[in-house]
């Protein structure tokens, strides 16, 4: 190859599909959805479902903008989830009694005991995977850096 033909192979090369950070990362989210997809389907939620419940079965009756802070979400995508599980017996959403302009969410017995039928997944996932704990706990912590970094 000569100069000229490497000067422009290099020059393309940040527009190369296979060189793009957010390809990697999409793409791995697609293959970890079809994972979660397959684990969650007899829960009986989605993913985005998923998501929630985790931060309840953490902390429960707390109100809906916490849940969106936690997961990044804003209350319009976050309210339909909420109605959804609310209509599967998961939780109830009710306005505060301190401050009528907040909804909060609580689990009920159902919501709970789910969590039960859930302790599995992350194992199966790290399974999927095939990648050591310190390989995903490393992995974890750049990808929050990198998040925490795009967010300011």
Not at 48 to 66: C, G, K, R
Not at 81 to 90: H, M
Request: aromatic share 4%.
């Amino acid at each position: 190859m000569t100069t000229s033909q490497d000067d422009k192979k290099e020059q393309g090369a940040p527009l190369l599909l296979d060189q793009q950070l957010c390809f990697a990362i999409y793409s791995a989210n697609l293959a970890m959805h079809k994972v979660y997809r397959q684990l969650l389907l007899p829960l009986e939620i989605t993913y985005p479902q998923y998501l929630v419940m985790l931060v309840l079965w953490q902390q429960d009756d707390i109100t809906v903008s916490e849940i969106g802070e936690r997961l990044f979400l804003d209350s319009a995508t976050l309210t339909p989830l909420l109605k959804r599980l609310e209509a599967a017996g998961l939780l109830n959403r009710q306005r505060s009694r301190r401050d009528e302009r907040q909804v909060v969410v609580t689990l009920t017995a159902k919501g709970q005991a789910l969590k039960t039928e859930a302790q599995a997944i992350p194992q199966a996932v790290q399974c999927a995977s095939s990648c050591d704990i310190d390989t995903i706990s490393t992995l974890k912590a750049q990808l929050d850096m990198l998040r925490d970094n795009l967010n300011r």
